[in-house]
């Protein structure tokens, strides 16, 4: 479950000597964070985040951002990197409810994997997720997708309702999206298996690299979530013209009926 939000008046900055740095597409720094007990995230200019590993709330001190900011960045991204500081697993996805199950896209920013889902949202499907498909294996060894709350990019977050999934679902498959130049062909293959966890970890959300009994717990989860279900590669040329074949391609062969 996505811990609760509180707000406070302030919260000290990252003092960490050598922190966690968190960078955009262009390798910019947009966010740095230590694990150091309490646990931050910051904003630089925006806000600070607060929380413990052990559990309970997370606290935020804006700096400049409003609350809409705030929420937005709490769970597109902080949400998730504390959840998986705690031991849960988030993929950098969005998805898609079908009668089957949660079908998870994951790409890096600016692929279309928002636009492609409010497009089957537009074709009859549920639109899980925008951003962060956070998922655990359960006791009995199936893989399940777990509500977050989010705005959808492709309506503009700043106008968007926030939507919330109202319970878990099966994790039914991971679609590893990926633009190509104009004119190259669609191709909708599934990964062979001495590619999947290659291709399936850039996309997973990850607090640190630095503790080596949480990463190795977070190869072998990945490990067990790709033995268990089966996972894509979709790459497609750019343009929105090619969305309506990407998404005849997918209703034929991956997603099925809509829920």
């Known amino acids: 479950m996505v811990p609760q939000l509180e707000a406070v008046e302030a919260l000290p900055a990252v003092t960490d000597p050598d922190p966690e740095v968190w960078l955009d597409n262009a390798g910019c720094p947009v966010a740095f964070g230590s694990l150091r007990s309490p646990a931050r995230i910051e904003f630089p200019g925006q ?3 607060e929380f413990h590993l052990g559990g309970g709330p997370v606290r935020v001190a804006s700096l400049s951002a409003g609350e809409e900011w705030i929420e937005d960045a709490y769970y597109r991204s902080v949400a998730p990197l504390v959840l998986q500081a705690r031991g849960e697993e988030a993929l950098h996805a969005s998805a898609v409810d ?4 949660v079908v998870a896209f994951a790409a890096r920013s600016g692929t279309g994997k928002s636009t492609l889902a409010a497009a ?3 074709a009859g499907y549920s ?3 925008d951003d962060v498909v956070l998922w655990r294996r359960e006791e009995c060894g199936a893989h399940v997708a777990i509500p977050v709350p989010f705005r959808a990019k492709a309506d503009g977050w700043r106008t968007a309702p926030l939507a919330r999934a109202h319970r878990q679902r099966p994790l039914k498959a991971v679609c590893l999206l990926e ?4 004119g190259e062909p669609l191709s909708v293959t599934a990964c062979p298996p001495r590619q999947v966890l290659l291709g399936i970890l850039p996309h997973a959300y990850c607090f640190s690299l630095r503790d080596p009994e949480r990463k190795r717990a977070m190869v072998r989860q990945y490990l067990e979530l790709s033995s ?6 979709v790459r497609y040329p750019s343009g929105y013209g090619e969305l309506p ?3 005849q391609k997918l209703q ?6 809509e829920i």
Do not use: E, K
Request: overall charge positive; proline content about 12%.
């Open 47 to 49: 806000a600070r985040f």
């Open 98 to 101: 079908t009668s089957g199950g």
């Open 120 to 122: 089957l949202g537009d």
């Open 127 to 129: 639109v899980w997720a």
């Open 179 to 182: 633009r190509l130049p104009p």
């Open 228 to 233: 268990s279900i089966p996972v894509w590669s």
């Open 245 to 247: 074949g990407v998404m």
């Open 252 to 257: 034929s062969g991956i997603l099925g009926p």
